[in-house]
């Protein structure tokens, strides 16, 4: 059983910075793309950043600059570090990556969700 666990949201004053945490866990052969996602209340689901295994990166032009996304392959670990963090920021942040197991199927998972606000 594959799960990705995110942390590190919480409350933080405009201008400030948060890091955001996800691992993945279980039956696990390799993990391809990993993407960061928000979510704020009645909108839509936003791609944020994508990071190829390589460590491509890319970014939508609302976070470009103020967001770096990272990855370390041999822990399966993955990061999203926020600076500058505005208001228009405050959202459930999602991790989405692309895992293959054992059997060499691959998957779409989805973290929990982190909450992020933004507020002085």
């Known amino acids: 059983q594959v799960q990705l666990v995110e942390s590190g949201g919480g409350l933080v004053q405009p201008g400030g910075s948060l890091a955001l945490s996800c691992v993945a866990s279980?039956?696990?052969?390799?993990?391809?793309?990993v993407q960061w996602y928000r979510q704020a209340p009645g909108e839509q689901r936003e791609l944020l950043a994508t990071i190829n295994r390589a460590g491509d990166t890319k970014y939508t032009d609302s976070v470009k600059g103020r967001f770096i996304i990272s990855r370390v392959n041999a822990q399966n670990k993955f990061y999203l570090q926020m600076n500058d963090l505005k208001p228009e920021d405050t959202a459930v942040y999602y991790c989405f990556a692309k895992i293959a197991d054992y059997g060499l199927q691959t998957r779409d998972y989805w973290g929990q969700g982190t909450q992020v606000t933004v507020s002085s």
């Open positions: 279980g039956s696990i052969f390799s993990v391809g793309d």
